[in-house]
């Protein structure tokens, strides 16, 4: 007596164009290699030509374009911030040639007043110590103001060093700082750093 499986389910018979299933429900070797023929690629890769295919905006493109924008405002910050560095430096360097020019006036000054004190003097020195008493006086009081004044040129020397040195180390800072901005500015991918 020999079994017949009776009719088959719709779900086990197959058209042999489109790929069928043995009666176990698996693919046939011979089915398999048809199915493949006009839908994957040779080596079996599946993925690999969907990268070509024209898909529609992805997350990896909207955090492109989020990129970008972050970018392009991280340039312009940088922009910004050497435009006020730049203007910095040019006041910097104003302020460095404002202050030489200062020290110089304030020299002169003090060097006319020195000479025009030792002509005074040299007009009481014909007289002997002693001799007058407000002659002696008139004396003293020009030394004193020589002395002063000798002292004042000393104390400006010294503050114009100090205001030079700190301007120039400002300078330095501000350059250095406008330095690192456009290096920073070239990585975002902006090449026309402001010089």
């Given at each position: 007596?020999?079994?017949?499986?009776?009719?088959?389910?719709?779900?086990?018979h197959r058209d042999q164009d489109s790929g069928s299933y043995n009666g176990?429900?698996?693919?046939?070797?011979?089915?398999?290699?048809?199915?493949?023929?006009?839908?994957?690629?040779?080596?079996?890769?599946?993925?690999?030509?969907?990268?070509?295919?024209?898909?529609?905006?992805?997350?990896?493109?909207?955090?492109?374009?989020?990129?970008?924008?972050?970018?392009?405002?991280?340039?312009?910050?940088?922009?910004?911030?050497?435009?006020?560095?730049?203007?910095?430096?040019?006041?910097?360097?104003k302020n460095i040639i404002k202050r030489g020019t200062l020290h110089r006036?304030?020299?002169?000054?003090?060097?006319?007043?020195?000479?025009?004190?030792?002509?005074?003097?040299?007009?009481?020195?014909?007289?002997?110590?002693?001799?007058?008493?407000?002659?002696?006086?008139?004396?003293?009081?020009?030394?004193?103001?020589?002395?002063?004044?000798?002292?004042?040129?000393?104390?400006?020397?010294?503050?114009?060093?100090?205001?030079?040195?700190?301007?120039?180390?400002?300078?330095?800072?501000?350059?250095?700082?406008?330095?690192l901005a456009g290096a920073a500015r070239g990585l975002t991918g902006d090449?026309?750093?402001?010089?």
């Open positions: 007596m020999s079994y017949n499986p009776g009719p088959r389910r719709k779900s086990e176990a429900g698996f693919f046939n070797e011979d089915d398999e290699e048809h199915a493949r023929g006009g839908w994957f690629p040779d080596d079996g890769d599946v993925g690999s030509g969907l990268s070509d295919f024209p898909w529609p905006s992805t997350s990896t493109d909207r955090q492109r374009e989020a990129d970008d924008r972050e970018a392009e405002g991280l340039s312009f910050a940088l922009s910004e911030r050497m435009e006020l560095l730049q203007s910095r430096i040019e006041t910097l360097q006036s304030i020299r002169r000054a003090i060097e006319d007043e020195l000479t025009e004190l030792g002509h005074l003097l040299s007009d009481v020195k014909v007289w002997s110590l002693g001799v007058n008493a407000s002659v002696d006086s008139r004396r003293t009081n020009l030394e004193r103001e020589a002395i002063a004044l000798k002292k004042t040129g000393w104390e400006e020397r010294l503050r114009h060093w100090r205001d030079i040195v700190s301007l120039e180390k400002e300078l330095a800072d501000a350059l250095e700082r406008y330095a090449g026309k750093g402001k010089k």
